[in-house]
């Protein structure tokens, strides 16, 4: 099974703030036949099921702010909150689709400082 | 509005089984992949099993692997997970998604199972 990686496991960000989280993968999830990256992010506010953010490691779906931005290629991979607001706090992971057994990081949580 | 609503949880004694439904909404069902995926309490994300549009292929974790069973009726726009042999480690909120090429674009609110004696 491919490892997701995230670091770091929890971080306090002042409102305004950039957040930085990272993704590492035991595998490329680089499909050569299409140049895709089969990585996605999802957000988990408290009490609530996972939101799907980002897609093919960055592309953000219809209605998610564009203070959210992913980025990388390959095995390693970050989503980027630019500017933190309070209703960002929340766990994030990352997910690999390179495969179909699915596998998510172990989640990083993210606060307020 | 695409909707998925998970039924089905509740308390079963280590061994027994229960069968999770999740009745879909809002989107032409039969078109689309469906996936559970499970969260322990206070813990991460797992991947649990797929079927595809139409049912002719189904995957599983290994951690599930000849203990559940996928499955959909796309005349009642409804996927199911048929448990068996449950485990305490089996314990967790239970989510139903829909796929969007590879990933989970939509979620429902989950339905807790608790194995347990």
């Known amino acids: 099974d491919i490892v997701l990686t995230q670091s770091p496991d929890s971080l306090a960000v002042s409102l305004g703030e950039r957040a930085t989280i990272n993704c590492k993968s035991s595998q490329s999830v680089l499909y050569s036949s299409n140049s895709k990256n089969y990585l996605g992010w999802y957000q988990q506010r408290p009490g609530q099921p996972p939101k799907l953010l980002i897609s093919?490691?960055?592309t953000r779906e219809s209605g998610v702010p564009d203070r959210f931005s992913g980025s990388g290629s390959g095995t390693d991979f970050t989503l980027t909150i630019s500017s933190l607001r309070a209703e960002d706090v929340a766990v994030y992971y990352c997910?690999?689709?390179?495969?179909?057994?699915?596998?998510f990081g172990q989640g990083t949580r993210v606060e307020i400082k | 509005e695409v909707q998925l609503v998970e039924s089905g949880g509740g308390l079963v004694q280590p061994g027994g089984s229960l069968r999770l439904s999740c009745s879909a909404s809002?989107?032409?069902?039969?078109?689309?992949?469906m996936h559970w995926v499970r969260q322990a309490p206070g813990r991460g994300l797992e991947y649990v099993s797929s079927?595809?549009?139409?049912?002719?292929?189904?995957y599983y974790a290994d951690s599930v692997k000849g203990r559940f069973t996928i499955s959909r009726d796309n005349s009642k726009n409804m996927v199911y997970l048929q448990m068996s042999s449950l485990r305490a480690e089996d314990t967790a909120v239970y989510y139903c998604?829909?796929?969007?090429?590879?990933?989970?674009?939509?979620w429902g609110q989950g339905t807790l199972v608790t194995v347990s004696s």
């Open positions: 997910q690999q689709y390179y495969t179909y057994s699915w596998t």
């Open positions: 093919w490691a960055s």
């Open positions: 809002g989107f032409t069902f039969s078109a689309y992949a």
């Open positions: 079927i595809i549009y139409n049912g002719g292929t189904t």
């Open positions: 998604l829909k796929d969007a090429t590879g990933v989970g674009d939509c």
